[in-house]
């Protein structure tokens, strides 16, 4: 599993729409979403290569995104992963 919160210019600039697609290219599952602070937090479930590959990903973001940290969160959020990966709110 992979949670994560990801900081910096993150919002606005297609940045869940990018995880998202990536995300069901690596067969995994879970979701994307923003949070009010800004920031956006993502849960994926898979294969440990997959995983591994999408938190590299996260780390650059698309063209427009400014990713300054992903913070590594502990425990599992109250909401299942989707099948297919999707976006929230």
């Known amino acids: 599993m992979l949670y994560v919160v990801v900081r910096g210019k993150v919002q606005g600039v297609g940045f869940r729409w990018f995880v998202r697609e990536q995300a069901r290219a690596l067969g995994l599952t879970g979701w994307v979403r923003n949070r009010d602070d800004g920031s956006v937090e993502v849960l994926a479930h ?9 938190r590299s990903l996260i780390g650059s973001g698309p063209s427009g995104a400014r990713v ?22």
């Open 46 to 54: 898979g294969d440990e290569a997959a995983l591994g590959q999408l």
């Open 68 to 89: 300054t940290v992903v913070e590594e969160q502990q425990g599992e959020p109250g909401t299942a992963p989707m099948n297919p990966f999707g976006v929230l709110r």
